[in-house]
Structures are given as structure tokens and as C-alpha cells.
């Protein structure tokens, strides 16, 4: 690993190991999202408890400003629409490599399908994009997702996790799950979790402790952030947990206190 990689990688993963990703790159697929009608507004008092912003091309361009001081992890997969619900997450390459790199980013994600018959064109479409950015000492983010009916499984998820890895991802986002630290334990590269849909404050700070337990690295959240009847709170309360190893009840008292 050369030393731009391995720079790049410093700025997701912090001194102590683990990442706060804050992932607003949804209307790339599910358009003016609610929460995200207006990302920039949105993301202006968050983005001092995150690590990492996710956003897509198009919503850093419009809605971020240059001077932000946050790393970039750009969504540059894509194809599809939440309305095309047959062939959801049939992705592609969407942003050029070079694009990328104007736009100076720390990471990009990529996102594969594991058990649907177009599963080869979403993964040989990620390796592809490995092959470009690693050129360019840049890490790529496999979002992993398995096929409709599969289900939050360990099985599935190891497998898709661990397929990511081994063909040249250096951090996967995948879902939490019973017994998650069999995913964690046969995935050779760090682990972020997927927020995944809106769920109450409590089970999202439950999630993201237990993910950490089993061995994940952090979280890369969104819904269950920007969707909040606090989104400043509930970062703080997520960043605790990550950062400052606070339990579930200790980081919701954050979110309560925050609010108040």
C-alpha cells in the first residue's frame, strides 16, 4: 500500500480506529429524500461530528461548500431507481475516475449485489473501479448488499463482505446482524455498518453499540441521522458511541440532553 492510500485511509479511519460516516448520497437513486430536500442545510451543523461525508457528485457539487473541512467518500456507482424495484441496485459505473480526483476525495463506494442473476456486472464493475482508483492511491468502499429474500443473514453477508475484500476493496459497509462478528472475524479489511432504514433513536444507538462490540470499526449512517427529530443530537449521541465508547443509555441521554 503506498503512502497516498494509506493517507487517505487516515482520514476515514481516526487515531483510535474507528469512523463516524455520515452518508447523504441517497438521491442518487431515491431522489429529494425526505431530510435531504436541501442537503447543504441539512449538513451544515453535522459536520462537525463526522469523520467522513458520502455524498454524491452532484449534491457536493450544489449543496457542499469547497472550504468544508471533511473527507470525501463519493458515491460513483449507480443505474438505477427506488421505482425500479426488479432491477434495484443493478449498478454501474456512474462517475468517471477523473471526476474523482477533481473532486479530491478520500474514498469513493461502490455497491455490489450478491444473489441476483446480474450479481458478475455489479462485481466486476466494482473491481473495475478498484483497479482505477488504486492507480491513483485511492481506497474504494464496497456497499454490499445480497439478493431479495436472502435477508440480514450472516451467511449471506460474510459472503458477500468477504468477495468484496477479496477482490481489492479496502473497507466494506454492509448490514448488522445476528452473530455480526462472524462476519467481521472472516472479512480481512475493516467494517463500517450500514444505518440501513429509519428506526427509533434507542434501536439505531443499539445497533451501532452492538456493531462495535462484534468488531465493526463504526458506522456510515444516514436515514436514521438527517431523519431525526434531532439530527445534531443524534450525531452526537452516534459519535459518542463510536469515539468515546459510550453504552446505549449514555448515548441517548446525549441525544435527550441535546433536544432539551
Not at 38 to 63: F, Q, S
Not at 73 to 83: D, H, K, N, W
Not at 225 to 230: A, P
Request: net charge neutral; aromatic share 6%.
Amino acid at each position: 500500500m503506498d503512502w497516498g492510500m494509506k493517507n487517505r485511509l487516515s482520514k476515514i479511519i481516526q487515531k483510535d480506529g474507528h469512523t463516524v460516516m455520515l452518508a447523504v448520497d441517497h438521491g442518487y437513486f431515491m431522489g429529494p429524500t425526505t431530510g435531504l430536500e436541501n442537503i447543504g442545510e441539512m449538513v451544515k451543523p453535522l459536520l462537525p461530528y463526522a469523520d467522513v461525508l458520502m455524498p454524491t457528485r452532484g449534491g457536493l457539487r450544489n449543496y457542499i461548500p469547497p472550504e468544508a473541512d471533511i473527507p470525501i467518500c463519493l458515491r460513483v456507482s449507480g443505474g438505477t431507481s427506488i421505482l425500479n424495484q426488479t432491477n434495484l441496485l443493478h449498478e454501474g459505473i456512474a462517475v468517471d475516475i477523473e471526476d474523482a480526483i477533481r473532486l479530491n476525495v478520500a474514498a469513493v463506494a461502490f455497491s455490489i449485489l450478491v444473489g441476483q442473476p446480474f450479481e458478475r456486472d455489479t462485481l466486476l464493475g466494482m473491481t473495475e473501479y478498484i483497479d482505477e482508483a488504486n492507480r491513483y492511491g485511492i481506497p474504494v468502499l464496497a456497499v454490499t448488499a445480497v439478493g431479495k429474500g436472502l435477508g440480514k443473514d450472516a451467511r449471506y453477508l460474510s459472503l458477500a463482505s468477504r468477495m468484496a475484500a477479496e477482490l481489492g476493496a479496502s473497507i466494506v459497509k454492509t448490514y448488522y446482524c445476528k452473530d455480526f462478528e462472524k462476519v467481521v472475524d472472516t472479512c480481512p479489511v475493516p467494517i463500517v455498518i450500514a444505518g440501513g432504514k429509519k428506526v427509533s433513536e434507542q434501536d439505531a444507538l443499539q445497533m451501532a453499540y452492538d456493531a462495535l462490540q462484534s468488531g465493526a470499526i463504526g458506522v456510515d449512517m444516514g436515514r436514521n441521522i438527517f431523519q431525526s427529530s434531532d439530527p445534531v443530537g443524534m450525531i452526537k449521541a452516534v459519535n459518542a458511541v463510536v469515539h468515546k465508547k459510550a453504552k446505549p443509555k449514555e448515548a441517548y441521554d446525549i441525544f435527550k440532553s441535546n433536544k432539551k
